[in-house]
């Protein structure tokens, strides 16, 4: 039987072959694969739009064959329209959002009828009823109360869960506005680049050592063609008044800057941040692209 391990951008590391009792599945669900039932398939969690994971396809790889399957390996590592990537992570962010307010909507109801139960036995007992010792309603009474325990522990465990689950969903479903926030993108491009640049100084120590990286060539192709698209991204909302694009060149100390929705004095204007003042001895620093706004230092009186 072959079996071909396939790495794509848009599909992520998959699984191909595979059929139900052959084997397979022992050997790559200890190494971290995954079954997605909606494809029918196993894959790699976290695979889609990134760097193929290289010396776990070459472990599964490996391991499938000594365990009896011929395996071929196929990884594309062209990188595709980035604006087609983040459709594709919005849409996944659309369906986890989906899935977790379902999960949601179900912890709910079961904290619901769990404290339901709980009430039913409670309204039966009169208000302020002790426990009766030694009489022949001690049993029943014991048995209602770690009833109740027990619903009312499972309430809140299921409000726990429903809550926690609400959130998520509410977080996924928000995540395509925050990644083009203007400050959430400036930050992607200060790191993308910090990034970028310890990845160049780490693949050219390795060839010239004579081991050239494979797994940080992939992952520099990625991150170049990310930086390009969020760079372009960033532009287009400098033009449109979107983002600001304050500077020593334009902001003055003692002028008044406005970071994170307050107003703050400036004492010092650097290259690459500003520094407010804070009542205090020391100030605080901030990135320019944080800047929201801008005015000049008041007129001394």
Known sequence: MTLTIEHTEAEGTLLLGTSRGDGSAEVVKALGWR????????????SR????????IEQTARQLREAGFEVEVSIDTTTGDREAAEARRAERAQERS???ADRAEREQAKADQRYAASR?????IPFGQPILLGHHSQARAERDARKIRSHMDASLEHQAHADQAAAAAASAAATTGHRHNPVTVANRIERLGAD????EHSLAQSVAAGHPRQ???????IDRADLEHWMQV???QLATGQATNYSR???AVGDLVKIGGSWHTVARCNAKTVAVQTGYSWTNKAPWHKVQDHRPRPEQG
């Open 35 to 46: 079954w997605g039932r909606s494809i029918g398939l196993w894959f790699v969690p976290r």
């Open 49 to 56: 739009d990134a760097a193929p994971k290289r010396p776990l």
């Open 98 to 100: 989906g899935r977790l």
């Open 120 to 124: 039913k036995i409670a309204d039966g």
């Open 196 to 199: 970028i640049r310890r990845m």
């Open 215 to 221: 797994d940080l060539e992939d992952r520099l192709a």
């Open 234 to 236: 960033r532009a287009d």
């Open 249 to 251: 060149e334009n902001v």
